[in-house]
């Protein structure tokens, strides 16, 4: 089993940066395959970026191409988002999620753990 807890949202203005992270706790993180989903108010959780177990392997949403950057630090079963250009339309609910596909994914249903979530808000 896997617990997650996310960090680092806040404030920020349009074009600014925030780096958020998930400390998860358990031997296991290694194993996992991880995933940043959010949620703005009135929408659904909806899928950001996703890494594999060993890094190598990433994916993101469109919208977010080329501005954000998920990491991951094994050793210190830590995952990152790095978030750059920020947009209001980023303003939203960020959670960290673990899933124990093969591989990465991008099906909010094949995550098994979540966090509470952080909140992120841009500004115009």
């Known amino acids: 089993q896997v617990q997650v807890v996310e960090s680092g949202g806040g404030l920020v203005q349009a074009g600014g940066s925030l780096r958020l992270s998930c400390a998860a706790s358990?031997?296991?993180?290694?194993?996992?395959?991880m995933g940043w989903f959010r949620q703005a108010p009135g929408k659904e959780r909806e899928f950001v970026a996703a890494i594999s177990w060993s890094g190598i392997t990433k994916h993101y949403v469109d919208s977010v191409k080329g501005r954000f950057t998920i990491s991951r630090d094994n050793a210190k079963n830590t995952m990152y988002l790095r978030m750059n250009s920020l947009k209001p339309e980023d303003t939203a609910v960020y959670y960290c999620?673990?899933?124990?596909?093969?591989?990465?994914?991008?099906?909010?249903?094949?995550?098994?753990?979540w966090g509470q979530g952080t909140q992120v808000t841009v500004s115009s």
């Open positions: 358990g031997r296991t993180f290694s194993s996992y395959a």
């Open positions: 999620a673990a899933s124990s596909t093969t591989g990465w994914t991008i099906s909010l249903g094949e995550y098994d753990y």
